[in-house]
T-cell receptor, first 112, second 116 residues
């Protein structure tokens, strides 16, 4: 069965320090993987996606993620957090034609 | 550059009332979806549609109905509202051809529904 697990429900970092949001997936197929960001009272916006090309994927706002098949992971990173990065982040796996499976989200807090 | 548009943004319903959440997309996407988002639970699929005239149940369809008469529109109907339907609802769309993967799903801004 396909699933996605976000290992931390809350992450706090200081402004200017690195961000690491962890995601593990389970899929019988070679999946597509996405990270979305949701700011308060807003919809979900695509940060980046992996579709079996380069394993290191660069997204918007300085975020990137690395697909590691051996570890079934797709962790999201950013070298230096900004106050505007405070939001909820969702890891999403798309194992097939139409179905998108969402993680339960990680709320990122950025401290001044 | 509208993308996915859903209305209303906020609504308070009384128990037993009915309402329709409207959703329209202007990207000519074949797939459309309705999700609900509850705190700490991620997004759960209510219904989806693969094209005009074709809909199917997702994970949590009870208490809801949908229709897809055009490519652009995918309304969600709540019949006999219950407190358990208090949630944030998101309409979304994507373009998928055959077994192609990697297609981005685009979301509306959300509809906050409270049933009292």
């Amino acid at each position: 069965a396909q699933s996605v697990t976000q290992l931390d429900s809350h992450v706090s970092v200081s402004e200017g320090t690195p961000v690491l949001l962890r995601c593990n997936y389970s899929s019988s197929y070679s999946p597509s993987l996405f990270w979305y960001v949701q700011h308060p009272n807003k919809g979900l916006q695509l940060l980046l996606k992996y579709t079996s090309a380069a394993t290191l994927v660069k997204g918007i706002n300085g975020f990137e993620a690395e697909f590691k098949k051996s570890e079934t992971s797709f962790h999201l990173t950013k070298p230096s957090a900004h106050m505007s990065d405070a939001a909820e982040y969702f890891c999403v796996v798309k194992p097939g034609t139409y179905k998108y499976i969402f993680g339960t989200g990680t709320r990122l807090k950025v401290l001044a | 550059n509208a993308g996915v548009t859903q209305t209303p943004k906020f609504r308070i319903l009384k128990i037993g009332q009915s309402m329709t959440l409207q959703c329209t997309q202007d990207m000519n996407h074949n797939y459309m979806y309705w999700y609900r988002q509850d705190p700490g639970m991620g997004l759960k699929l209510i219904y989806y549609s693969v094209g005009a005239g074709i809909t199917d149940k997702g994970e949590v369809p009870n208490g809801y109905n949908v229709s897809r008469s055009t490519t652009e529109d995918f309304p969600l109907r709540l019949e006999l509202a219950a407190p358990s339907q208090t949630s944030v609802y998101f309409c979304a769309s994507s373009y998928t051809a055959g077994t192609a993967s990697g297609n981005t799903i685009y979301f509306g801004e959300g509809s906050w529904l409270t049933v009292v």
